[in-house]
């Protein structure tokens, strides 16, 4: 997990958004942030290590009369870097999405960084009557696509009924 440093921030709360009658009992604002922040730093330490959020690919599911799909987002990643399961009813899919750097960037300096690299890990419930012996999952131009076709009994069943008339 990537750790970051806390860094001070002007606070949300400056006088543009909260009138200078309701300030001047307090004092400034500046200085009540400033006591925050140097109790926070007493307390935690100067670096205190914040676990980021890691990432998630985006994911659509549908169903059908006889079958849900799930479809995951995952450029640039390979199959074998991927892992499908279902358990009890839910469906984990995780992976692990390796950064690409090699030692002749080194000397690049980036000034946007928007891609994400890591773990992730995204658990879907489904309800019950799933044929687990029949999942597949197929990845193919950075798509992964599980089918988890319902089994006989949860598949909704058409009757007709003839209507009598008296």
Do not use: C, H
């Amino acid at each position: 997990m990537a750790r970051m440093k806390l860094t001070r921030r002007p606070s949300p709360f400056t006088a543009r958004f909260i009138p200078s009658s309701f300030l001047s009992p307090f004092g400034e604002l500046g200085d009540l942030n400033a006591t925050a922040q140097q109790l926070f730093e007493d307390v935690f330490g100067k670096d205190f290590p914040m676990e980021t959020p890691g990432w998630a690919p985006a994911v659509n599911v549908a169903e059908s009369k006889d079958e849900f799909t799930v479809t995951a987002e995952l450029p640039g990643m390979k199959p074998e870097n991927v892992t499908v399961d279902f358990t009890d009813g839910m469906l984990t899919i995780r992976g692990e999405k390796v950064d690409e750097k090699t030692e002749k960037e080194d000397d690049r300096t980036y000034y946007m960084w928007e891609r994400r690299f890591g773990t992730f890990q995204r658990t879907l419930p489904f309800p019950g009557g799933i044929d687990d012996k029949k999942i597949a999952a197929e990845f193919k131009d950075g798509v992964l696509t599980v089918r988890l076709p319902k089994a006989e009994e949860a598949k909704p069943k058409r009757q007709a009924i003839p209507i009598v008339t008296k």
